[in-house]
């Protein structure tokens, strides 16, 4: 029994939770949802009782963050991964994506070919697509059962005139990757090579398993660093994703600017009170607790592949390299995309993220951060349901 992780969560059902309203307005007692990328467990207890003080003040006027939210971003990020940031190159944001689609409007012209490298979380598609840009799709390559970056066809996309910028998502989500310092110094060169702009999501960063350490793009060296903005939260990490706060991380000081000005051109002025205290316990003093946390989401994931390997030899799925995401390949089960979701959600009470939203039919993506109980429970569904059907 893990103290943190196995506690019981109480069901938030018609609590304007994105995750649970998606099961639909009557869901079931008992079901809990293994779909958007948030977590079933509780924050830290030492951000809880921040939190809790703060909230008990009823003093919540517009709030700012200085340096104790910088040195916290700080040293978090130099003793975890061994990059130096200096506080004048954090720019807040409401969350990584608000500034993945500053950065789009900042760093690129409308029109210009943007590469993202599919599979991906649907909103890097929306951020091109939206600020009517051109998305250039680099799809991974699934090789002898690993997720590899297909460089020929990368080289041919980051080459052609009107491609300016590339969305790196580093830890991938979906397909669990943490991509090597080599990799990233590949991507890195043919787009030093090719003038483009690098805008690196590193927002699972802090959940990696801990033999496949995390390289931040930026500390590949000055060049890459110049070229770049990193995106990175406390939010997967700590379960804050509610509290709107993420950071865009830009060492170059006119490119800093430039999102800067876009940010707030944005409208975007007023940061959370709540998203600043969170960042700065959470780094300061739950390191330990992420530690656990990696360690029981690697041991969700191995649950998980032993227990789909019993009952479903021909389903696949990803190796975890990091985040809290399973890859699933349904695509033994010879349902089209609709239908597999009915079938998981009308009859199996199984509520996953839908593997085509990311560009990835056949596949569902399934969030492992939750107790192992509810996780065994949502599979022991699964098999009930199959067997009803004759899948198995
Ligand atoms: C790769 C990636 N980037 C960004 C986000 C969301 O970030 P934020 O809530 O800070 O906008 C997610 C959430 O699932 C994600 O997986």
Redesign the pocket.
């Known amino acids: 029994m893990n103290q943190f992780f196995d506690q019981p969560i109480p069901p938030r059902i018609d609590m304007e939770v994105e995750k649970w309203d998606l099961m639909g307005p009557d869901p079931e007692p008992g079901i809990v949802p293994l779909s958007?990328?948030?977590m079933e467990f509780k924050s830290p207890p030492a951000i809880v009782e921040a939190l809790e003080e703060l909230a008990r003040s009823g003093l919540w006027g517009y709030a700012g963050w200085g340096d104790r939210y910088a040195n916290a971003i700080r040293s978090w990020v130099s003793r975890r991964y061994g990059w130096e940031v200096q506080r004048d190159w954090i720019i807040r944001?409401?969350?990584?994506?608000?500034?993945?689609n500053a950065a789009v409007r900042a760093f690129t012209n409308p029109g210009d070919g943007i590469v993202i490298q599919t599979p991906?979380?649907p909103?890097?598609y929306r951020s091109v697509r939206e600020n009517e840009r051109t998305l250039l799709k680099n799809s991974l390559k699934l090789v002898d059962g690993h997720y590899e970056m297909d460089f020929a066809d990368l080289e041919d996309k980051l080459s052609r005139p009107t491609t300016t910028a590339m969305i790196l998502?580093s830890?991938?989500?979906?397909v669990g990757r943490v991509w090597t310092r080599e990799e990233l110094q590949r991507v890195g060169d043919l787009c030093l090579a090719h003038g483009v702009f690098v805008i690196s999501?590193e927002?699972?960063c802090d959940l990696c398993q801990h033999d496949h350490p995390h390289t931040v793009y930026a500390s590949l060296g000055e060049e890459y660093a110049k070229h770049c903005a990193i995106?990175m939260?406390a939010?997967?990490t700590f379960s804050l994703?509610g509290l709107?706060?993420?950071n865009i991380i830009v060492p170059d000081p006119d490119n800093h600017a430039k999102l800067v000005a876009e940010v707030a051109r944005s409208g975007a002025y007023a940061d959370s009170a709540f998203g600043t205290l969170a960042l700065e316990v959470g780094y300061e003093q739950c390191e330990p607790w992420v530690d656990q946390l990696v360690d029981y989401l690697g041991e969700n994931y191995r649950y998980l592949v032993d227990f789909m390997a019993q009952h479903f030899p021909k389903v696949w799925i990803a190796p975890l390299e990091g985040?809290y995401?399973a890859w699933i390949d349904f695509s033994s089960f010879s349902l089209d995309d609709a239908a597999l979701a009915d079938f998981l959600e009308q009859e199996a009470k199984l509520y996953l993220s839908h593997g085509i939203n990311y560009g990835g039919p056949g596949f569902m993506r399934l969030n492992l951060a939750c107790s192992r109980q509810v996780l065994h429970a949502a599979l022991e569904r699964l098999v009930q349901a199959a067997k009803a059907r004759g899948f198995v």
């Open positions: 958007v990328a948030d944001t409401t969350g990584v994506v608000h500034g993945i991906v979380y909103p890097f998502c830890p991938h989500n979906p999501d927002i699972h995106g939260a939010s997967k994703a709107a706060c993420g985040t995401l």
